[in-house]
């Protein structure tokens, strides 16, 4: 296989919604973006991968075909992946592969999804609109009719039952993730929130599903965002700053299965990262890893994802935000942007921008943000809403 | 008219797609819910696995299962208490908030449901792992997984 580099990148600031562009116009917008940074011509582009999760958000299905038709990329290759939440990990695997493969030379990746233009008409909101709406993404006949909501769901199948089995993370730790992240996403211009909060502001918001309360859970956005791919010659030819894709995995592994070993963990990342370490040729991720962004749908999920990714044992992820490991200053500063948690979510996206900040930080882009890289390495993990699918990419300066 | 000068906004009532919707493999299962209130697990016939929620194949040996009844008591694996309204959740009316939402060890099943319960107090704690619970069946029964819901066994 070839080696393949990200050669471009595009973002757009998250908005709760977005009501000056429709969809197509918003993935145009970091299209262009992330080929002005590749500082190649649109015509150089041979491939394109789209991650779109729902299409009863934006109301269109098949909506692929109209983004190519937008981007004016007739004649190439398009291919449209959904896997939920974690559809830009997988979108994002198969655009490798296109590149690694030699099927392609220069892929561009969209990772795109409007949210906000749900509506519920009877209580005139937005909010309850989305929940209405997104409820089809969960199994309709085993979950929909009798589960909460996402974060209940994470909390019951995964962070209630770690805490019982391995002893941890507390609350106090729970409330320190969401303070993190909102210091984080305070300091990025692109985030969609800037507050400054306090554990108490945290612990005292409203519970959602015990203990995860509403700023322990994500935010829902309108967001989009695109990459270029690039073999290692066209690369080398584009850029003096590659950032290799040293290491990509995805796994299935089903939590709604409700095993006894599956419970309380989220398996199918630990496998996926086992998978791209082991490309990649990483040991001991905790010595070698500059930063990590990973899936805080609840910062449940963020502890969770420290100990499933190996910088630590299980149980041991509140021990890292004790020890101010994942700020970010420390060791390995987890979601420097401000996460899904205080930056900006909507399946099929927050991934990808994990990704693209990634590139920023190996760049050594972000000014007063700019972490310590000393090993050149960061990790991007996401997973979906049934904690089932899993991507894990290593990337690489 | 009144002249618009924000981006405009157009309402969509209309697409609200509706079903008449198969339940197939699985009608055996929500049959007996909707007749007798009897739940039932799926058994494989070659590696004896019973799989809850039940499917009609074994996706181990891919065999077609046999339905076994079960008597619709189980065992709390792990729970949390819910303080927020989903949408779309067919429990909301019989349960009020704070109810749990859980992981049930259905006896004589391998898998577990989940589920909600209906706590007798709106205090936390009084569900926990290891509390034991049994199925309530709605008078009304059309034949999906919110038909029930589970209380604690007296």
């Known amino acids: ?29 970091v299209v262009k973006k992330a080929i002005a940074d590749a500082k ?24 692929s075909v109209l983004m190519q038709d937008y981007l004016g990329f007739q004649g190439l290759p398009s291919l449209r992946i959904e896997a939920g939440a974690a559809g830009e990990g997988y979108a994002f695997s198969a655009a490798y592969a296109h590149v690694a493969s030699g099927l392609s030379d220069i892929t561009v990746y969209l990772a795109l999804q409007k949210g906000g233009d749900f509506y519920d008409f009877n209580t005139r909101s937005r909010g309850d609109g989305f929940q209405n709406g997104m409820f089809i993404s969960m199994d309709t006949t085993w979950l929909q009719p009798v589960m909460p909501s996402v974060p209940g769901f994470l909390s019951t199948f995964c962070l209630v039952p770690h805490m019982e089995k391995y002893g941890g993370p507390t609350p106090a730790q729970l409330a320190r993730v969401s303070v993190k992240n909102y ?4 300091d990025n211009p692109e985030a969609q929130l800037h507050q400054k909060v306090t554990a108490e502001d945290i612990l005292k918001s409203r519970i959602i599903s015990w203990p995860t309360t509403t700023r322990m859970s994500c935010l829902y956005s309108d967001g989009a965002c695109a990459l270029v791919l690039a073999s290692e010659d066209k690369a080398r030819e584009i850029t003096d700053k590659p950032i290799w894709i040293s290491g990509t995995a995805t796994s299935t592994y089903a939590l709604a299965r409700a095993e006894p070993d599956s419970i309380g963990r989220m398996l199918g990342t630990h496998i996926a990262a086992q998978r791209a370490y082991k490309m ?7 010595d070698e890893l500059d930063l990590i962004q990973v899936h805080d749908l609840i910062t449940g999920t963020e502890i969770l994802a420290y100990e499933e990714l190996g ?54 882009e972000c000014g007063d943000r700019q972490i310590r890289v000393r090993n050149g390495r960061g990790v991007m993990q996401c997973i979906d809403g049934h904690a089932s699918m899993s991507s894990v990419t290593v990337f690489e300066r | 008219m009144k002249k618009i000068d924000s981006p405009l906004e157009l309402e969509y009532r209309d697409w609200k797609p509706e079903y008449l919707y198969s339940l197939g493999e699985l009608s055996p299962f929500f049959r007996a819910i909707i007749n007798d209130k009897q739940l ?14 039940p499917r009609g194949e074994c996706p181990d040996c891919y065999e077609d299962v046999q339905w076994v009844p079960i008597s ?18 067919e429990l909301l009316g019989y349960l009020d908030l704070p109810y749990v939402y859980a992981l049930i060890h259905l006896d004589g099943t391998d898998t577990y449901l989940s589920h909600g319960i209906k706590p007798k107090s709106q205090k936390m704690g009084e569900i926990k792992t290891g509390t034991r619970v049994k199925a309530v069946f709605k008078d009304s029964r059309r034949g999906t997984i919110g038909d029930f819901y589970f209380v604690p066994v007296d």
Request: proline share 4%; charged share 20%; with cysteine.
């Open chain 1, 183 to 186: 210091n984080n996403a305070y």
């Open chain 1, 40 to 63: 190649i011509a649109k015509q150089d582009v041979d491939n394109v991968v789209y991650s779109i999760y729902c299409e009863s958000m934006i109301r269109q299905q098949i909506p």
């Open chain 1, 311 to 364: 910088l630590c044992e299980l149980g041991q992820g509140g021990r890292l935000v004790d020890e101010g490991i994942t700020e970010r200053d420390g060791k390995v500063p987890a979601n420097v942007d401000g996460g899904r948690i205080a930056c900006g979510h909507v399946g099929g996206v927050s991934g990808a921008y994990g990704a693209c900040e990634i590139v920023r930080q190996l760049r050594e």
């Open chain 2, 72 to 89: 619709g008591v189980g065992t709390v694996v792990c729970c949390s208490y819910v303080y927020f309204k989903g949408h779309g959740v």
């Open chain 1, 280 to 286: 990649a040729g990483v040991k001991k991720p905790i």
């Open chain 2, 40 to 53: 039932m697990t799926s058994q494989c016939p070659k590696c004896k696995k019973r799989w809850m929620p």
């Open chain 1, 1 to 29: 296989m070839r080696k393949v580099a990200v050669v471009g990148i595009g973002t757009t600031p998250w908005k709760m919604r977005n009501a000056e562009r429709t969809f197509r116009s918003l993935g145009l917008q």
